[in-house]
């Protein structure tokens, strides 16, 4: 399965260790993050990977190059203006022939089995499919998109960031999706994959499912979370 990761973001609530790097960038245990997830994916049999750039978009080529010093075959989709995540895929819809894996550059689950994931979204038949984490940190839930699930695992509340905790089941950025989900997204106007994405195809009743992963969520999204993550890393040196 194709994998695209998104790294083109700003990386603005981490300056000033951004100042001059993007946030997949920023070192934990000795390695760029975003190295893990190639290496995660391409160890999982996702070797065909797209990372979508923008700010300081050399120190993500510079590293990775083709990819074949981690095992895998990387394209890079370079964003003049920054189209946000749902933007960024619209601008792939094109390639993207069979259904695709999305990763943040920011999200780490290292003890996700991606063929699971993968074997899951297929056997579920439905448009996308979502890893969920329960949070038992309460205090961070305000930090993630929130979601409900049935019985049955399909998604039917989403709410992004909310102020009032709605569950604490939070959306993370391993996501699957079929090509027809981009049919929800305009093109040319920068808009991200939970506030819109997400929302419409709820709204039209399409079906995303989620899956609920027990892996460990590694987040470097906040100055907070990345210090946090990098304890995480030091004590599970297995992942690195």
Known sequence: MQAIILAAGMSTRLRPMTSALPKPMLPIGGRP?????????????CEDIVITTHYCADRIRDHFGGGSAFGARIRYAHEETLMNTAG??????????????????????????????????????????????????RSALSLFGQGTLNANNKLIAFEEKPLRTVSDMVHTTYQIYSPR??????????????????????????????????????????????????VQMEKRRRWQ
């Open 33 to 45: 993050m975003l190295e893990y997830i190639v290496r995660q994916l391409s160890s999982s049999g």
């Open 88 to 137: 960024s895929l619209k601008l792939l819809e094109c390639s993207l022939h069979d259904d695709f894996l999305v990763v943040g550059g920011n999200d780490f689950l290292p003890e996700l089995d991606l063929g699971e994931f993968i074997n899951y979204h297929k056997n579920r038949g439905g448009i996308g499919t979502v890893a969920f984490k329960r949070l038992e940190d």
């Open 181 to 230: 989900a981009l049919e929800y997204v305009p093109a040319g106007v920068s808009c991200s994959i939970p506030e819109y994405l997400i929302r419409r195809v709820l709204a039209a009743e399409e079906s995303i499912y989620g899956y609920v992963t027990e892996s460990p969520f590694i987040c470097i999204s906040t100055p907070e979370l990345y210090e946090r993550a990098k």
